[in-house]
């Protein structure tokens, strides 16, 4: 399993970096099975999974339960949980309980937190000093989403574009192994990866030193809106959705189950002398 001063080689190495989220057991092995260099737990678990219409909703609980799957899934992969809405914007001593649960219990390597404010700097050199790798998130936080108007490309203006340059310094001075920016111009994600010595992991921001995309986006299994970042590699909800209407057909046509799915008794066999 990659480790994180491995991530770091790869930056140096220019060598791609490949992300992907994954919320339950099976997705998990699929992604490791791939071959993947990380998975995300991604409190995007409660609009994919839970039919949120955002982040917000989801709680630790959620995450502790997403994140333990994940775990016994994908037991070779670096696996990162995000610490979900105001789990880490009370004190310190929250977030480091937070986040020792989902290492702890969860079996997360590392975490994900979203922003950068005083206190989640300070949380950040807190945790890796204490031992959690921690991995940063700018751009379109989606826990903010309200704040920042909805779902927007960040950093279009000179003013927003230098906060975050700035932020992102902060961040890797704080000790993150990494910076996930997500819905930013391409040309700010090029000057980010020149500036840090971190990987820089992009959703939505262009080339960077690595991708990350959501599995249900990924895969085809979304319906109604796609982020106009997000690539489709197959079609699994169609195929999913024939698969369940043949089922369908068949039961009403008394087609299944047939001989092959049914079990019979056993035959009492005829007893002889000797």
Same mark, same amino acid.
């Given at each position: ?49 839970? %039919? ?122 704080? %000790? ?25 992991? %992009? ?72």
């Amino acid at each position: 399993m990659k480790q994180t001063v491995d991530f770091l080689k790869m930056k140096r190495n220019q060598e791609m970096i490949t992300m992907v989220t994954a919320y339950d057991a099976p997705t998990a092995k699929i992604v490791e099975d791939a071959a993947i260099d990380l998975i995300l737990v991604g409190d995007s678990l409660g609009m994919v999974v839970h %039919g949120h219409q955002g982040t917000q909703p989801v709680t630790l609980d959620d995450m502790l339960l997403h994140t333990k799957a994940v775990a016994r899934g994908a037991k070779q992969t670096f696996i990162v949980g995000d610490l979900p809405f105001m789990t880490y914007h009370r004190s310190i001593e929250d977030t480091v309980t937070n986040a020792t649960t989902l290492v702890q219990t969860g079996g997360a390597h590392a975490v994900k937190l979203e922003g950068c404010t005083g206190l989640i700097l300070d949380s950040i050199e807190r945790l890796t000093s204490g031992g959690i790798a921690v991995m940063g998130h700018l751009g379109l936080t989606p826990q903010s989403s309200t704040v920042l108007g909805g779902f927007k490309v960040q950093g279009r203006g000179e003013q927003e574009r230098t906060k975050l340059i700035e932020d992102a310094k902060r961040i890797e001075a704080s %000790g993150a192994f990494a910076l996930v920016v997500e819905c930013i111009p391409e040309s700010l994600t090029k000057e980010l990866k020149d500036i840090l010595a971190i990987p820089v992991i %992009g959703i939505g921001a262009g080339k960077a030193d690595g991708q990350v995309l959501v599995f249900h986006d990924l895969v085809g299994l979304t319906t109604g809106y796609i982020p106009k970042f997000a690539k489709t590699y197959a079609n699994v909800h169609d195929v999913m959705l024939q698969a369940v209407e043949q089922y369908r057909d068949d039961v009403k046509r008394e087609l299944f189950p047939d001989e092959r799915y049914t079990f019979k008794d056993v035959k009492k066999e005829r007893s002889t002398s000797v």
